[in-house]
């Protein structure tokens, strides 16, 4: 079984930043996708960012587009996500996702929870205005 775990989460001032990872640990696979969603309160879980195994197909949600970074480092099992000019809408629990088929390779693939096989339990970030 594979498991997934979050850190870098908490309170940050409006135009902040923080750093996200997501530890992969537990059953291995050759390859995977690393996926980052966010679920406001009241609100559906929504993509937020993407990335295959090699990193050379990187999706970013609009809301986020040219203010995160997602990242990778294969060797140590870890993803990333570099949040810069954090907005109060940013506030959500942040969860990663890992796709062990890692094939995916258009936005819609990317962007939908069914694609990925295995979730972590979500790490809080709150910005305050």
């Known amino acids: 079984q594979v498991q997934l775990v979050e850190s870098g989460g908490g309170l940050v001032q409006a135009g902040g930043s923080l750093r996200l990872s997501c530890a992969v640990s537990g059953r291995t696979f050759s390859r995977y996708a690393v996926g980052w969603f966010r679920q406001a309160p009241g609100k559906e879980r929504a993509f937020v960012a993407a990335?295959?195994?090699?990193?050379?197909?990187?999706y970013y949600a609009d809301s986020v587009k040219g203010r995160f970074t997602i990242s990778r480092d294969n060797a140590k099992n870890t993803g990333f996500l570099q949040m810069n000019s954090l907005k109060p809408q940013d506030t959500a629990v942040y969860y990663c996702?890992?796709?062990?088929?890692?094939?995916?390779?258009?936005?819609?693939?990317?962007?939908?929870?069914?694609?990925?096989?295995?979730w972590g339990q979500g790490t809080q970030v709150t910005v305050s205005s």
């Open positions: 990335i295959s195994w090699y990193g050379d197909n990187i």
């Open positions: 996702a890992l796709d062990p088929a890692d094939y995916c390779s258009t936005y819609g693939c990317y962007a939908s929870s069914l694609t990925y096989k295995a």
